[in-house]
Nanobody, 123 residues
Framework: QVQLIESGGGLVQAGGSLRLSCAASGDTWTYCNMGWFRRASGKEREFVAAISCNGANTYYADSVKGRFTMSKFNALNTVYLQMNSLKPEDTAVYYC????????????????WGQGTQVTVSS
């Protein structure tokens, strides 16, 4: 099993930046493919970014590409999402996820999920 705890969310004005962190514990050697998803109020959960176990491959949704950067620090079992040039449409609860499979991310590829952290971007 893997436990995931997100942090770093908050309120920011449009154009600002936030850095989200996801601390993982448990069988992170097996469930080492990591993803970030978000769910805006009243909307479906959507993919944001993902990174492979070794960090060599990253994937980004078109809506965030060039603005968000995902990285990982394996020694601390932690992944990050650096969010720049934030837009009001980025407002959502952001979830960290862990899974066994690498590929273009879908939510059903992930086995474990964090509790989420709220990101609010004001107009």
């Amino acid at each position: 099993q893997v436990q995931l705890i997100e942090s770093g969310g908050g309120l920011v004005q449009a154009g600002g930046s936030l850095r989200l962190s996801c601390a993982a514990s448990g069988d992170t050697w097996t469930y080492c493919n990591m993803g970030w998803f978000r769910r805006a109020s009243g909307k479906e959960r959507e993919f944001v970014a993902a990174i492979s176990c070794n960090g060599a491959n990253t994937y980004y949704a078109d809506s965030v590409k060039g603005r968000f950067t995902m990285s990982k620090f394996n020694a601390l079992n932690t992944v990050y999402l650096q969010m720049n040039s934030l837009k009001p449409e980025d407002t959502a609860v952001y979830y960290c996820a862990a899974g066994r499979v690498e590929g273009w991310p879908r939510s059903d590829m992930y086995d474990f999920w964090g509790q989420g952290t709220q990101v609010t971007v004001s107009s």
